[in-house]
């Protein structure tokens, strides 16, 4: 068959083509800066916007069938704001419905995902529940395949535990309870395939999960143990964790907002798994600590805390460093390695909006004069704060430029 991977250069999309090519299939991905190079020899790549139906209609051209794996990221906040998620998710599935209809793409398979609603809490779930609509009111023979969250090589399932949680004690909200039942991308993508290339799946929404429920404490503690080190999970009261992304949402540039608080209040688990609709049952799937202890990327993608990176640590230890060169040694280096230390100093620590207002609050609450040990505690607090900040700033600018995720 020749078969159209709209967002085939994703994380899905990837392995979905590999095997797509394994069985003989001709397999085309489009997306908007497609890189061949991440992509199975044979694919071909075109360039296309899902939200620009004029970018869409020629790779649909002589297709036999369409795999609509374009995302946003429900775990960040999208560039654009959360909107975004109508005019990809929504906007695009209608688009390539459409185009799909005009070009005699009878065959249609969905990437939807578990909890989609159209009245759901989420910007996400609520564009993705949406657009399952577009796709079942359709002329089309449709297929709609709802996943819990994915994990494997590329995927960001792991980093983004990592990246919110420190090893041997972390905070998490709610102490973690939410459930997820997690899959690996292998077994979606052979399950995909037999989506696209058998009939018998025409008409029919699959939910499908890993071999086994996880809380994101029990996630947060498998990746910890399999790096060989243990975990306590605190709870973090939900209250502090609604206030802390409702207001990082409304800071420009702040990478997650209410939607990641939202999606935290419900599980991601299946009511019945529909792996069994391809013959498959949940002891024959790879579980997440059997990919952890085995898996390749584990061990390319052992992604540190940003609290523990050695940029964090290295920016740290700069600015507590530089900041006692000067009375040291005086030497105009050490004067010219203390300015960015020194603005830091003025503008985030000693200013009237700065941190060391919270140094004030703590001695008048102990009831005693300044002290200067506790504003060099809120310095150096300070210090790692930002180093913490430029840290983020810098792995964003990164992912925004290069290739992304792991
Ligand atoms: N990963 C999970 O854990 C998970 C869980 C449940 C459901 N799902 C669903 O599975 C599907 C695939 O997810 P994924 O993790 O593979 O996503 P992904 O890695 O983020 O890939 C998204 C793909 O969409 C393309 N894309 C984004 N915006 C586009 C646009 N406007 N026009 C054309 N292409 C666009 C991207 O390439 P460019 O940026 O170059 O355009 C990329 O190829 C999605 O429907 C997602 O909702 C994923």
Not at 354 to 366: D, K, P, T
């Amino acid at each position: 068959m020749r078969i159209l991977l709209l967002g085939g250069t994703g994380f899905v999309g990837r392995r979905l083509a590999a095997q797509l090519v394994d069985r003989g299939h001709d397999v085309t991905a489009l997306a908007r800066s497609p890189d061949a190079t991440a992509l199975t020899d044979g694919v071909r790549t075109v360039a296309g916007d899902v939200t620009d139906p004029d970018s869409l209609a020629p790779a649909f051209d002589g297709q036999d069938a369409v795999v609509n794996l374009v995302a946003l990221s429900p775990l960040f906040e999208p560039d654009g704001g959360s909107e975004m998620h109508e005019r990809v998710h929504l906007g695009g599935t209608e688009n390539a419905v459409a185009a799909a209809e005009c070009h005699g793409v009878d065959r249609f398979v969905q990437l939807s995902a578990l909890g989609t609603d159209p009245d759901g809490a989420t910007h996400y779930i609520r564009a993705k529940g949406n657009a399952e609509a577009v796709v079942r009111d359709s002329a089309l023979d449709w297929t709609i395949v709802r996943p819990s969250v994915v994990f494997g090589d590329g995927g960001e399932f792991v980093s983004f535990t990592r990246l919110l949680t420190t090893p041997y004690v972390t905070g998490l909200p709610g102490g973690g309870k939410t459930r997820f039942q997690p899959i690996w991308v292998e077994d979606l993508a052979g399950m995909l395939t037999d989506c696209v290339a058998d009939a018998s799946h025409v008409g029919e929404t699959y939910e499908l999960g890993g071999p086994e429920v996880l809380t994101l404490a029990d996630v947060a503690r498998t990746i910890y143990r399999a790096d060989g080190k243990p975990l306590r999970v605190l709870p973090v009261p939900m209250t502090l964790a609604k206030i802390g992304l409702t207001v990082g949402g409304s800071v420009p540039g702040f990478p997650m907002g209410p939607d990641q608080y939202r999606s935290l209040k419900f599980d991601n688990t299946v009511t019945a798994n529909d792996v069994t609709a391809f013959g498959r049952t949940e002891a024959d799937l790879r579980s997440f600590e059997e990919y952890l202890d085995e898996g390749s990327e584990h061990h390319s993608d052992r992604r540190r805390s940003l609290l523990t990176r050695p940029a964090t640590l290295a920016l740290f230890a700069y600015f507590a460093l530089s900041a006692s060169l000067p009375s040291l040694t005086g030497s105009p280096l050490a004067i010219a390695l203390y300015v960015p230390t020194y603005l830091l100093t003025m503008f985030v620590y000693d200013a009237p909006w700065g941190l060391e207002n919270v140094v004030y609050g703590a001695e008048s609450l102990l009831g005693i004069g300044h002290s200067s040990a506790l504003y060099y505690v809120g310095l150096l607090m300070t210090y790692f704060a930002c180093a913490v900040v430029l840290t983020w700033l810098g792995r964003s600018v990164r992912s925004a430029v290069g290739p992304r995720r792991g």
